[in-house]
């Protein structure tokens, strides 16, 4: 078993917490913050629309196929050689993507950041559940960590639009050097040493094997929700991603030393833990997309106005964050994962509802999905932690972020399709607008020329679709706090209940 020399004295695991926080806030920026800044990149670099979807998509991908092989490589060579590994390579890669003279150099860079931040992610999570010994500490930790990702994710359009009012788009990649820096120096003092343990086999192929497996499946969903299906993607994606999930589930029942031990996912508190956490991110995905686009396209608000009211939900979702995991031993699992999934439901129905009722009530429903959302991420993380043992932290924290990458992905392909397919269902436009008007909001802009016969009925359409995609997001999350109540019902969501063992 790998040996671990802890950290000794509170002042250096909280520093420990506020180094690895650093790591995470720059992965979950570093996606959102391209969404304000890719139009003017794309125009810089000539780049095309397929070569523009590549920009975003090439990190989420990459970074999803390799999470659950880094997690598990972690508990082999130690979390802190991941962690400083991870940092070099996004500062690396962070750098050549700032200064990238092509699509193709860019799209390389944001692959390479990938590699980085799958190679940090789960060792931010891992370090904290070996540094923090006791369960009240940790379930505190856990909880900033959890709140870290919402703000970050939040945050990424405001920060975007702020550094786009002052400085050129390479700027919000260029961000992440000092903090990589400062993040390197403060690991090398406080993180505890893990020795590498030659002894317990890391294997390849397995890796290998669920990355095409996850690729494979990621494809297939954002092929499926397309307003076009290719074809022969499918014919390619959907094989490769079976044969690759089926060949690394029979390859782990052979090995002593497998990458994922499905035997965690027979613990009630393990799935649940994770189930919230998909489901969360989903939500949290889906209703910034629509509402960034809502307020940009329909009420003229800058990338920046339009980024700090999506922020107003981080706000509502840092303080129970924070309060969930301190108060976890007292109120229990169920009341803060199934309730917190039922409050956000019902904010985020809020917000599809008060669109009419103008501005200040639509903030307020993000407000109280926010509350929700916080009191989730707050205490997830504690429950698939918590709930596997201490050699198994990298490989439960790699489970838990791919359920993080899922939830985003799935909620950008498949709300977003929704979104345009509502839009082109009702938008009645007059019959000599071109046929572009008819299939977005962005071809209806275009197209008026200021003419408020089109532009008046193509936000009414938009303004359904935004609705009905919240509606949509407010049954997952309702579904999700179902779900995850009946997994937690008994002893298992009470108060005490996470060993950490």
């Given at each position: 078993m790998t040996t671990v020399n802890a950290p000794t004295g509170t002042s250096r695991r909280w520093t420990l917490l506020v180094t690895v926080a650093l790591g995470l806030l720059m992965i979950t920026l570093d996606n959102s913050v391209l969404y304000t800044a890719l139009p003017t990149l794309t125009e810089d670099l000539r780049a095309s629309a397929t070569q523009?979807?590549?920009?975003?998509?090439?990190?989420?991908?990459?970074?999803?196929?390799?999470?659950?092989?880094?997690?598990?490589?972690?508990?082999?060579?130690?979390?802190?050689?991941?962690?400083?590994?991870?940092?070099?390579?996004?500062?690396?890669?962070?750098?050549?993507?700032?200064?990238?003279?092509?699509?193709?150099?860019?799209?390389?860079?944001?692959?390479?950041?990938?590699?980085?931040?799958?190679?940090?992610?789960?060792?931010?999570?891992?370090?904290?559940?070996?540094?923090?010994?006791?369960?009240?500490?940790?379930?505190?930790?856990?909880?900033?960590?959890?709140?870290?990702?919402?703000?970050?994710?939040?945050?990424?359009?405001?920060?975007?639009?702020?550094?786009?009012r002052h400085f050129w788009w390479g700027s919000v990649f260029l961000v992440n050097v000092p903090v990589v820096l400062v993040a390197l120096v403060a690991t090398a003092l406080v993180a505890p040493k893990g020795v590498a343990d030659r002894s317990k086999q890391w294997d390849a192929l397995s890796s290998l094997q669920v990355m095409v497996g996850l690729v494979g499946l990621v494809l297939v969903i954002k092929e499926l929700a397309a307003a076009t299906v290719s074809l022969p993607v499918l014919a390619v994606a959907l094989p490769a991603s079976a044969a690759g999930f089926w060949a690394f589930a029979r390859r782990q029942r052979s090995l002593a030393h497998p990458l994922l031990d499905f035997a965690l996912f027979r613990n009630p508190v393990f799935l649940a833990g994770v189930l919230s956490a998909g489901v969360a991110m989903f939500a949290m995905a889906g209703?910034?997309?629509?509402?960034?686009?809502?307020?940009?396209?329909?009420?003229?608000?800058?990338?920046?106005?339009?980024?700090?009211?999506?922020?107003?939900?981080?706000?509502?979702?840092?303080?129970?964050?924070?309060?969930?995991?301190?108060?976890?031993?007292?109120?229990?699992?169920?009341?803060?994962?199934?309730?917190?999934?039922?409050?956000?439901?019902?904010?985020?129905?809020?917000?599809?509802?008060?669109?009419?009722?103008?501005?200040?009530?639509?903030?307020?429903?993000?407000?109280?999905?926010?509350?929700?959302?916080?009191?989730?991420?707050?205490?997830?993380?504690?429950?698939?932690?918590?709930?596997?043992?201490?050699?198994?932290?990298?490989?439960?924290?790699?489970?838990?972020?791919?359920?993080?990458?899922?939830?985003?992905?799935?909620?950008?392909a498949l709300l977003g399709s929704l979104l345009t397919g509502v839009y082109s269902a009702v938008v009645d436009l007059p019959g000599d607008v071109p046929q572009a008007a008819r299939e977005s909001l962005t071809g209806a802009v275009t197209s008026a020329n200021g003419d408020r016969a089109v532009l008046e009925p193509a936000f009414a359409a938009f303004d359904t679709g935004f609705t009905w995609v919240l509606l949509v997001a407010a049954g997952v999350l309702v579904a999700g706090a179902v779900a995850t109540a009946v997994l937690l019902r008994g002893d298992r969501g009470r108060a005490g209940t996470i060993s950490g063992h």
């Amino acid at each position: 078993m790998t040996t671990v020399n802890a950290p000794t004295g509170t002042s250096r695991r909280w520093t420990l917490l506020v180094t690895v926080a650093l790591g995470l806030l720059m992965i979950t920026l570093d996606n959102s913050v391209l969404y304000t800044a890719l139009p003017t990149l794309t125009e810089d670099l000539r780049a095309s629309a397929t070569q523009s979807l590549w920009i975003i998509n090439a990190y989420p991908l990459v970074m999803a196929g390799l999470l659950l092989g880094a997690g598990t490589l972690g508990d082999r060579v130690g979390h802190r050689l991941m962690f400083l590994v991870g940092l070099v390579l996004f500062g690396a890669a962070s750098v050549l993507a700032a200064f990238a003279t092509s699509p193709e150099v860019l799209i390389a860079a944001r692959a390479v950041l990938a590699v980085g931040a799958a190679t940090m992610m789960p060792a931010t999570l891992a370090l904290i559940r070996l540094s923090f010994t006791d369960e009240r500490e940790r379930n505190l930790a856990i909880a900033v960590w959890g709140s870290v990702a919402v703000v970050g994710a939040a945050l990424g359009p405001v920060l975007g639009g702020l550094l786009l009012r002052h400085f050129w788009w390479g700027s919000v990649f260029l961000v992440n050097v000092p903090v990589v820096l400062v993040a390197l120096v403060a690991t090398a003092l406080v993180a505890p040493k893990g020795v590498a343990d030659r002894s317990k086999q890391w294997d390849a192929l397995s890796s290998l094997q669920v990355m095409v497996g996850l690729v494979g499946l990621v494809l297939v969903i954002k092929e499926l929700a397309a307003a076009t299906v290719s074809l022969p993607v499918l014919a390619v994606a959907l094989p490769a991603s079976a044969a690759g999930f089926w060949a690394f589930a029979r390859r782990q029942r052979s090995l002593a030393h497998p990458l994922l031990d499905f035997a965690l996912f027979r613990n009630p508190v393990f799935l649940a833990g994770v189930l919230s956490a998909g489901v969360a991110m989903f939500a949290m995905a889906g209703v910034q997309l629509v509402t960034t686009q809502r307020f940009q396209l329909v009420a003229g608000f800058s990338p920046l106005e339009a980024g700090l009211v999506v922020a107003t939900a981080a706000a509502g979702s840092l303080v129970t964050g924070l309060l969930g995991g301190a108060f976890l031993h007292v109120v229990g699992l169920r009341v803060l994962i199934a309730g917190g999934l039922a409050v956000t439901a019902a904010g985020v129905l809020w917000t599809a509802l008060a669109l009419p009722a103008g501005l200040g009530w639509l903030i307020a429903g993000l407000v109280v999905a926010g509350l929700g959302m916080g009191g989730v991420m707050g205490v997830a993380s504690s429950a698939i932690i918590g709930s596997a043992p201490a050699h198994r932290a990298g490989m439960a924290s790699s489970v838990e972020e791919v359920s993080y990458e899922f939830g985003s992905l799935t909620a950008v392909a498949l709300l977003g399709s929704l979104l345009t397919g509502v839009y082109s269902a009702v938008v009645d436009l007059p019959g000599d607008v071109p046929q572009a008007a008819r299939e977005s909001l962005t071809g209806a802009v275009t197209s008026a020329n200021g003419d408020r016969a089109v532009l008046e009925p193509a936000f009414a359409a938009f303004d359904t679709g935004f609705t009905w995609v919240l509606l949509v997001a407010a049954g997952v999350l309702v579904a999700g706090a179902v779900a995850t109540a009946v997994l937690l019902r008994g002893d298992r969501g009470r108060a005490g209940t996470i060993s950490g063992h």
